[in-house]
């Protein structure tokens, strides 16, 4: 079951400006767009209004709920477009899971208008995702910002809780809290790969020809050993071929193979420090000008 209450506003819930909220009260369905995304390959779910199994007021801690198991859902709501250039954003919302899942997520999107709200789906853009997910062994909170076209996640994981709220502040700074715990607080440019790096490698630039990047070379003055035997195997020159040997019946007789004695293995030359070496060449940075 998820119960949604999302508000989007400036430094605090009571004293900022509240963009949106829901408790899913009277008149929820009249406000919320339920998607078809998955409805013609008959994976689409359905919600309902309902408290759950645990609840410590019925009437007031009713939410939206999944109805099925192992289908999709949407459900959106509109509200008017706002700008929070400057001042903290806050997105908080609950959502209770009443049974283990082996597969799914409880996410809230923020995004731009859709034209269809019924198409609402995992393909439509967004500005920001924030919530649960889990598949399996993997269980993170994602917290994922949309930039230049780009969904961008953050570079490692969050703990995975149900309910949270996320706080994006004016000075490119992020913090979660969830079950009123702070999980996560830092930088949006050091732990979201939202801008392009400030140097690049110059492409013009090109290792010179005569550079050396190995820094061990053969020594030239090692030679192989005289009498340095390298055949593991030998014929056996003490073995005669038997009185009874038939060349016609037995075929051609030949020598049996034996291991040679004075084997010594492969020989290799010896490896010494090159005096050319000059290190890892790597192309100079520049500034990017995507930067």
């Not at 008149?27 to 759950?52: F, M, N, Y």
């Not at 040679?260 to 050319?276: M, Q």
Request: net charge negative.
């Amino acid at each position: 079951m998820r119960r949604t209450a999302l508000c989007l506003g400036s430094v605090a819930l009571a004293s900022g400006k509240v963009y949106f909220s829901e408790t899913f009260g009277d008149g929820w369905e009249s406000r919320w767009t339920p998607s078809e995304w998955k409805k013609s390959d008959g994976t689409q779910g359905t919600w309902q209004l309902s408290a759950g199994k645990w609840f410590a007021n019925e009437a007031e801690d009713k939410g939206v709920q999944t109805a099925e198991d192992s289908r999709f859902f949407g459900l959106s709501a509109g509200f008017d477009s706002f700008s929070n250039a400057g001042k903290e954003l806050i997105i908080q919302y609950q959502a209770k899971y009443e049974k283990d899942i082996e597969c799914g997520g409880g996410y809230v999107k923020v995004g731009p208008k859709l034209s269809d709200p019924k198409t609402f789906g995992d393909p439509t853009p967004y500005n920001i995702m924030f919530g649960p997910d889990k598949c399996g062994y993997t269980k993170r909170t994602h917290l994922i910002f949309s930039y230049k076209g780009k969904n961008v996640l953050k570079k490692s994981d969050l703990a995975y809780k149900q309910e949270g709220e996320g706080t994006s502040h004016p000075d490119n700074t992020a913090k979660v809290e969830i079950d009123g715990e702070k999980i996560y607080e830092g930088s949006l440019k050091e732990d979201w790969e939202l801008l392009a790096p400030k140097e690049i490698k110059d492409p013009d630039d090109k290792k010179p020809s005569d550079w050396v990047d190995d820094s061990m070379m053969d020594d030239p003055e090692d030679k192989k050993p005289d009498g340095w035997v390298e055949e593991k195997k030998i014929v056996d020159a003490k073995a005669t071929k038997p009185d009874d040997w038939d060349d016609e019946e037995d075929g051609e007789w030949e020598a049996p193979v034996i291991d040679n004695p004075e084997y010594k293995g492969e020989w290799t030359v010896k490896r010494i420090s090159n005096p050319a070496y000059k290190g890892f060449w790597e192309a100079k940075k520049i500034a990017n000008p995507e930067y």
